[in-house]
């Protein structure tokens, strides 16, 4: 896909992506999330995301939220584990009204105390509520035992102890020690020039200070494996399995995608779908995951059932798991899993406002963004060798952790 990018004196980089749609799709991401925070402020890059929409210099929350919603456009925002993340989607139209919106709100908050008050307790709400949801529930309590004592184990959202005691003096210096210029990128696609977006992003962007990247980042140290099961008022099992995987610039990274995506990923034809649910019956949600970070990663695999069937479905994937080590995927398979991953691809650039969250992202980890028949090349590289060496490390249940909620009684 054809793209550029412009990099202003201060680091920050633009990225436009041209597309022949009435309707453009823009994202600020900054590389700075919850694995920045100090051990005591967790939940404070979260926090941030929240309050930036709550008052700037010049608007108010009203204001702000009406400057893209009353041209029908969608404003929105999430935080990971790594990055913060502002978008919209909107008519052509209206590119230097988001572009301006973007700035205002990232480098011009406020942070006014009786805000930061009020968003605290619409936090410690989400909190309660994602406490209220076992399936959601166990993957936090899984990680921070994943990633004892150390950041990437802390949930996004803190705790209720954590988001009570943040002040507006932890908000400031968070954004002043994180906020680094040169991983920060502004990224559009839409019907407009490569120099009309250079005009409008130096316009807004070129006179941030200069605020340039040190590492602080430490990475984890590797996980002991444990076993654990807890007690909860629910009424299905719910299970999670994992280890700590590759990272962003391992080479066996593709190679454990595609593995994921064949075994436990998106759609009805996955191993453990049609192992699991539609042969057996035994759990009607199983997945797995593999998310990959900057200097580790994440593998998982989650499923809930009837508390009696519970260890009976993990023997049938831990079968599943067995078969993929002992007797590695004929060429016919393999090529099967990688056309279906390849279709799922490319299906997915239809997805406009995921595709530039995903383009600037990479352009943040790789300092380069690659073309799908790159990442399509990369796929088919993967050999049967490959996956055989990975699913013996990833795929052991002597190497995995797990972490059971169990009903009461």
Not at 53 to 77: M, P, W, Y
Not at 140 to 161: C, K, Q, S, W, Y
Not at 271 to 278: A, D, G, K, M, Y
């Amino acid at each position: 896909m054809e793209y550029n990018v412009h990099t202003l004196p201060n680091g920050i980089r633009l990225l436009h992506v041209p597309s022949a749609s009435a309707i453009s799709h823009a994202c600020i991401i900054v590389n700075s999330g919850s694995r920045d925070e100090k051990e005591d402020q967790s939940g404070l890059a979260h926090f941030i995301e929240h309050l930036v929409f709550k008052r700037t210099e010049k608007r108010n929350t009203n204001q702000i939220l009406n400057r893209l919603e009353s041209v029908g456009a969608d404003l929105n925002a999430y935080t990971t584990k790594e990055y913060t993340c502002i978008h919209a989607s909107f008519l052509n139209p209206y590119l230097d009204r988001t572009l301006e919106l973007f700035n205002d709100i990232i480098f011009h908050s406020t942070f006014p105390e009786d805000e930061i008050e009020k968003e605290k307790s619409v936090i410690l709400d989400e909190i309660a509520s994602y406490q209220d949801q076992p399936e959601e529930a166990i993957y936090d309590d899984f990680e921070d035992l994943l990633f004892a004592d150390h950041p990437l184990g802390r949930n996004i959202l803190g705790t209720v102890e954590s988001v009570d005691a943040l002040t507006q003096k932890n908000v400031k210096q968070f954004i002043k020690d994180n906020y680094h210029t040169d991983k920060i990128v502004v990224a559009v696609i839409g019907n407009y020039s490569f120099q009309k977006l250079t005009h409008i992003g130096t316009k807004y962007y070129s006179d941030i200070e200069e605020n340039l990247f040190s590492e602080t980042r430490k990475a984890p140290k590797p996980a002991k494996i444990f076993t654990q099961g807890l007690q909860k008022p629910i009424a299905q099992s719910h299970t999670v399995l994992g280890i700590q995987a590759y990272s962003l610039h391992h080479p066996y990274k593709t190679g454990l995608l595609l593995l994921n995506n064949h075994f436990g990923g998106t759609g009805m034809s996955s191993v453990l779908n049609l192992q699991i649910r539609e042969k057996y019956g035994i759990a009607y949600t199983i997945e797995s995951s593999f998310s990959p970070l900057t200097d580790t990663g994440i593998f998982t695999l989650y499923f809930g059932t009837d508390k009696e069937k519970s260890d009976r479905a993990l023997n049938l994937i831990f079968k599943e798991f067995k078969k993929l080590r002992e007797k590695p995927l004929t060429e016919l398979q393999l090529q099967k899993a990688k056309n279906k991953f390849i279709g799922q691809i490319a299906l997915g650039e239809e997805n406009r406002i995921g595709l530039i969250i995903s383009m600037a992202k990479s352009l943040i980890d790789y300092d380069r963004i690659d073309d799908l028949q790159t990442v399509f090349n990369k796929i088919q590289d993967v050999s049967t060798t490959d996956l055989a060496a990975i699913a013996d490390e990833i795929l052991n249940e002597n190497n995995l952790s797990a972490l059971t909620f169990y009903p009461l009684g």
